[in-house]
């Protein structure tokens, strides 16, 4: 797989039917090793050695509903109280981001509310803080380390 602008973690691998699998820490189990989910897979490991984020409150891969659509959001770190801290959405490194994107995943804090919102494709890294008043995001050059 690609190198990613990410640090280097360790992951565990299996290969069953011609296909490579990498662990998923959150969901307890091996999914397909496809570019997108190579990002996802870094991406969580940074929430969580790089950012201090505890692995209880990150959730994977789940379904939400967008305007009456069935969608599913990457990754999302809940603060303590249960409401959204993070939205982060991952596309494969040769994925270009542009407005879409952010489009993308403003409709989805629609219906999370999310305070931060990353952008990924591996190489590089978009953070936004939201700002509900104006209803705009602003962007950041990092997203805060966690705090208790």
Known sequence: MQQLNFPTYSFRFKSNENKISIFDSIRKKFVVLQPEEWVRQHCVHYLMAEKNYP????????????????????????????????????????????????????????ALNATYLMVTNGLNHYYCQMDFDNERYNFLKDIPNYKV
């Open 55 to 110: 692995q209880s409150l990150i959730n994977v891969e789940k379904e939400l509903i967008v305007n009456g659509l069935k969608k599913r959001y990457d990754i999302v770190v809940f603060n303590p109280n249960g409401s959204i801290l993070l939205i982060v959405e991952c596309k494969a490194p040769k994925i270009t981001i542009n407005q879409s994107t952010f489009d993308q995943i403003a409709q989805y804090n629609l």
